[in-house]
């Protein structure tokens, strides 16, 4: 009989941290490295179905993997008789199966795990590895100022990472294209095809169905299309930058009809759950840039921004505000979120669309997010709390500290112009403008009042209204608040009272 191998302590694996080169794994065999399922992680808000069920079956492959390598693995799944469905409860069974009195665990990237984890005796908590930045690195830099601007972060990244520099200087002619990345997309324009996979996870599907976990959504469980490894991962962000990444900075906003991923990556998923490093796509990306002449710096520069820029911002951003940020809501938002979010059940067939897909596909790009249901829950005066609620159950990428910043932030413009220097708010024009939602929908966007009015038109001129006096220092809304000031009379009661009409029957539109 062999001897039973004695322990050092044990090393906790969260379902966002399934990153196979850890130092952990560069001489750790005399640890045990601990992964659970507990549903207090799936129900403290109620989320998608597939995000669920592929954060379970990725976390089941890694712990495999490890395996394969010899690591001791304990894996807690979520309806395992020995299960006691908390991290602090499963600590210390396994502190008493190993006969050991210490934990590591790395560095959550949620304030409610962090707070959790740290109160759990014997823990160490040691980096995460993933970012490019430490948790306190944004609020270090900005440190002296007043604003938090974003760009000025992201040109000291790309200087102190040497990304998409030379000599010393930005490449291009200018840090930043945003502005050329706004096309929507041509008339016979054919869009490739986005990779997916068809795993069955009809096993985990049952056993989430048989553990009473309550979500949302709509699945397959036979052709679950998501990554679930990291070399399913690899093959996802290498497809993208072979057939993709060429058509990506013209068409990263456009909203389509047909095409619900349109020239988007999808690496989101893998990257949040660190089956990818945010340094290989990159580096990925930009080695595309420099040896394929159709990839021109625009598509590059951004691609490369909302990584190395905004998501490292974000990050940052969540570190320096929470646990206050959480409960910012500079317009006093009230109203309940309408029940289509939950259905897609409404007229309005941009919201129709993208409500619908992330039901389908557990996601949507930015652009439906920002400009389709964010911004409509902003106009119709939504509670930021619902929205963040929403968010961050309905999407397969979103986990609180990049979700939080986006919605309530950037979207929703709850924190008062903390990440977002104006509001993200339009009338239908701008939606017509970057895509076909409004070619067959029962709203005319060209209309602003009377029957068949596009609500979006009547609400963002409530909306101005309404909060006249918080813009009225602020320059970026000064045409906006012009433009207001001179209509006449009678077409701004118009207007008022048609909004009124439609937040009277928001169920209904």
């Known amino acids: 009989m062999s001897k ?4 050092k302590g044990l090393r906790l694996i969260l379902g966002d941290q399934l990153y196979p080169f ?21 129900e403290y808000v109620k989320h998608h179905i597939q995000k669920i069920v592929g954060i379970f079956a990725a976390m089941r492959n890694f712990a495999e993997d490890l395996k394969d390598k010899d690591f001791e693995v304990a894996y ?12 602090e409860k499963n600590i210390q069974l396994l502190y008493e199966k190993y006969e050991v009195e210490e934990f590591e665990y790395q560095e959550p990237d949620e304030w409610r795990l962090d707070e959790v984890l740290a109160d759990i005796s014997g823990g160490t908590m040691v980096s995460s590895e993933h970012f490019f930045t430490d948790r306190d690195e944004v609020e270090t830099f900005f440190k002296d100022n007043d604003s938090y601007l974003m760009e000025r972060f992201y040109r000291h990244m790309r200087k102190k990472h040497d990304i998409l520099m030379e000599d010393g200087e930005h490449i291009g002619d200018k840090w930043n294209y945003d502005k050329s990345n706004r096309n929507k997309l041509p008339k016979d324009h054919d869009v490739t095809d986005p990779k997916t996979y068809s795993h069955d996870v009809s096993d985990i599907y049952q056993e989430v169905q048989d553990a009473g976990l309550e979500s949302i959504g709509n ?37 389509s009809n047909e095409y619900w991923s349109v020239y988007h990556s999808r690496i989101s998923f893998s990257m949040n759950t660190k089956m990818l490093n945010p340094r290989e796509v990159i580096e990925k990306v930009e080695e595309a840039f420099y040896e394929r002449d159709e990839i021109d710096i625009a598509t590059t520069e951004g691609f490369i921004r909302q990584i190395l820029g905004w998501r490292e911002y974000m990050r940052g951003l969540y570190w320096a505000k929470m646990p206050d940020y959480k409960t910012l809501n500079h317009f006093n938002n009230k109203r309940k979120l309408p029940d289509f979010y939950w259905t897609g059940d409404t007229k309005m067939n941009c919201l129709s669309k993208a409500i619908g897909q992330s039901l389908d596909h557990a996601y949507a790009h930015h652009i439906q997010r920002l400009m389709i249901t964010g911004n409509f829950a902003l106009l119709a005066g939504i509670n930021p709390d619902e929205v963040d609620e929403w968010y961050l159950g309905i999407y397969i990428d979103a986990f609180e500290w990049v979700e939080l910043m986006n919605t309530r932030g950037m979207s929703q413009f709850a924190d008062g112009g903390i990440v977002a220097t104006k509001p993200y708010v339009s009338s239908a024009s701008y939606i017509n ?3 076909d ?3 067959n929908c029962e709203y005319s966007h060209t209309k602003k009042t009377g029957e068949s ?11 101005i209204d309404q909060h006249y006096e918080k813009f009225k220092n602020n320059a970026r809304m000064g045409m906006m608040l012009a433009t207001w000031d001179k209509m006449d009379g009678d077409k701004k009661e ?16």
């Not at 008789?81 to 991290?87: L, R, V």
């Not at 118009?494 to 539109?509: E, H, P, V």
């Open 76 to 87: 807690f799944k979520i309806n395992d008789d020995g299960n006691e469905q908390s991290f």
């Open 453 to 463: 009015a596009c609500p979006f038109n009547s609400l963002y001129w409530n909306f």
């Open 4 to 7: 039973k191998q004695k322990f």
């Open 494 to 509: 118009s207007l008022l009272s048609q909004a009124t009409k439609y937040l009277d029957n928001i169920d209904t539109l």
């Open 437 to 439: 939602y409004c070619s």
């Open 433 to 435: 403008k970057m895509g």
């Open 22 to 42: 850890h130092s952990w794994f560069d001489d750790g065999k005399d640890y045990v490295y601990v992964l659970m399922e507990i549903k207090p992680e799936s």
């Open 219 to 255: 699945i397959e469980p036979e052709k679950f299309i998501w990554p679930l490894t990291r070399r399913e991962s690899l093959a996802y962000l290498n497809f993208f930058v072979k057939n993709m990444l060429e058509h990506f900075g013209d068409y990263q906003d456009a909203l």
